[in-house]
């Protein structure tokens, strides 16, 4: 099967960020995308915002740009727009990779025949897709270094886990992890890790065979944590969750956008990118789910192991130039941050020691409504608590 790759500037950029619709009384997810839509569509003609797999979430979609900066601004458009018509619904708007208590197998899946199809074949497993993310895309410019490309993002899942991780909790259960939407994820047949590519070649003979034996009917239904794009001519970064708020998401689309415009020049200076052997690949994503951005990595193939918080300083240097070329040096900085004080981890300090998820979910809301973190109080009787572990 031969799949055409889109001519595409290099490492021009789009940003896709999935959030939740949420009632702001009862803090459940609510079905009112539809509504939504129609109204940013119809009334305001703005097309950054996109329906989704379910009811309760929305897609905003950047512009094809060229920096993160740009990216930012069109998340900023499309939350203008829509947030009027989500309170004339009477709902909210929060990131976040799951939502705390809302259950999954009760969220009506939307009218599409793509999305109908999915829950049919995967049952249980589709039903329990109410999981939201962030999709980074940054375009390749030689078809030649998607594979090499594809394979060094590969080996940094666990990294970008580590620093977007942002699901906690689930079906109202704290999981123990810190991103358990990349657990959830990849229960859906051809989710998860992405295949290592020795060249553009394996990847049209892995499509040819997954259809030839009816696994997928086209190639987008390969939903790889990373995966090429063939119809953008990108490579798109599928492993992180939504993030809870508009500045933790330029952070992280820095992060990437510096990572691939990083490989590209360690290609075209004819050296060979670091990548990781599968079981190591397994053991980095399983140890940044569970742990986020307090795990520990395997950095190299001959099994050296760092704590994320002592590699990723050297890993930022090294991606420096690349960010000061793309304009994106202030958000890569703010990485650091996304560290310190943990998406996953602020989540549960709202929710308190008596795990109240309401006040989990009203936090990731706030979150979103100030497009910043925002620290959790944290009572007197806790902070000694913490202090004495």
């Not at 703005?46 to 979430?57: A, I, P, S, T």
């Not at 050296?304 to 040096?329: K, M, Q, R, V, Y």
Request: proline share 5%; aromatic share 8%; hydrophobic share 40%.
């Amino acid at each position: 099967m031969s799949i055409s790759f889109r001519d595409s500037e290099r490492s021009t950029i789009g940003l896709e960020w999935e959030v939740q619709i949420v009632d702001p009384k009862t803090l459940e997810l609510s079905q009112k995308a539809a509504r939504i839509l129609v109204d940013a569509h119809y009334t305001s003609n703005c097309w950054l915002v996109k329906g989704e797999m379910h009811q309760n979430m929305l897609e905003f979609v950047s512009r094809k740009r060229v920096s993160v900066d740009e990216c930012a601004a069109d998340m900023l458009e499309a939350i203008e727009v829509t947030m009027p018509y989500a309170e004339e619904q009477g709902v909210g708007l929060s990131g976040g990779g799951s939502h705390p208590f809302s259950r999954p197998s009760e969220q009506p899946v939307s009218a599409t025949e793509r999305y109908e199809d999915l829950v049919e074949r995967t049952r249980y497993w589709g039903r329990q897709m109410v999981i939201f993310g962030t999709h980074v895309h940054v375009g390749i410019e030689d078809r030649r270094k998607v594979a090499p490309i594809h394979n060094f993002l590969s080996a940094k899942i666990g990294h970008l886990l580590g620093i977007s991780a942002a699901s906690p909790y689930w079906d109202g259960i704290d999981t123990g992890y810190a991103d358990n939407r990349a657990m959830m994820f990849q229960q859906l047949p051809t989710a998860g890790l992405p295949l290592h590519l020795n060249s553009w070649g394996d990847l049209e003979r892995i499509t040819s065979d997954l259809v030839g034996v009816g696994a997928i009917r086209e190639f987008n239904e390969i939903r790889w944590d990373i995966r090429p794009s063939p119809g953008f001519g990108t490579i798109e970064v599928r492993a992180c969750d939504s993030a809870t708020n508009l500045a933790e998401i330029r952070a992280i689309a820095a992060f990437v956008h510096a990572l691939v415009e990083t490989a590209s020049r360690e290609l075209d200076a004819g050296r060979k990118l670091p990548t990781l052997p599968a079981h190591f690949l397994e053991t980095n994503k399983w140890r940044g789910a569970r742990y986020g951005a307090r795990a520990e990595f395997i950095e190299s193939a001959d099994g050296e192991c760092i704590p994320l918080a002592e590699s990723l300083p050297n890993l930022l240097t090294w991606l420096e130039p690349a960010a000061e070329f793309l304009g994106c040096a202030q958000d890569l900085a703010a990485v650091p941050d996304l560290i310190a004080s943990p998406a996953a981890e602020r989540l549960r300090a709202a929710a308190g020691p008596d795990g109240d998820l309401k006040a989990s979910a009203a936090h990731a809301l706030a979150e979103f409504n100030a497009g910043h973190p925002i620290e959790p109080q944290v009572s007197k009787r806790e902070s000694q608590a913490r202090k004495l572990h």
